[in-house]
């Protein structure tokens, strides 16, 4: 499986992929993008099975990019991994077609039960 984890902090893309590693998920391929509009062209150009995101980033915030990817036909698996995690938010994601919405400060358990309902 592949993973685009896209997030404007290349700290968190790490802090990401560790936890990934931690809730049992470290053998996937992982691809990184910068900010929404660079993981929108990245997952035309890299195909990936699942688009962790962002919900806050420069140029293209996350849900700017689920809801272009959707406009688009696209029907990757996409879940957000945010600092924010408001039930306006949440309704949001899940309204434009995100699988999941991961709030900081997030535990590997968090992931894995995420993660179980796309891999």
Request: charged share 25%.
């Amino acid at each position: 499986m592949k993973i685009l984890i896209a997030d404007d902090s290349r700290v968190m893309r790490q802090i990401v992929i560790r936890t990934l590693r931690q809730a049992g998920h470290g053998g996937h391929d992982i691809v990184e993008a910068e900010n929404g509009r660079q993981a929108l062209e990245m997952v035309q150009t890299e195909s990936p099975d699942l688009v962790l995101s962002d919900w806050n980033m420069p140029e293209m915030n996350g849900i700017d990019c689920l809801d272009a990817l959707r406009a688009a036909g696209s029907t990757v698996a996409f879940g957000f991994v945010t600092s924010e995690g408001s039930e306006e938010m949440r309704q949001r994601a899940a309204t434009s077609g995100a699988a999941f919405l991961i709030a900081k400060p997030f535990t590997p358990e968090a992931f894995d039960d995420a993660l179980r309902t796309v891999i």
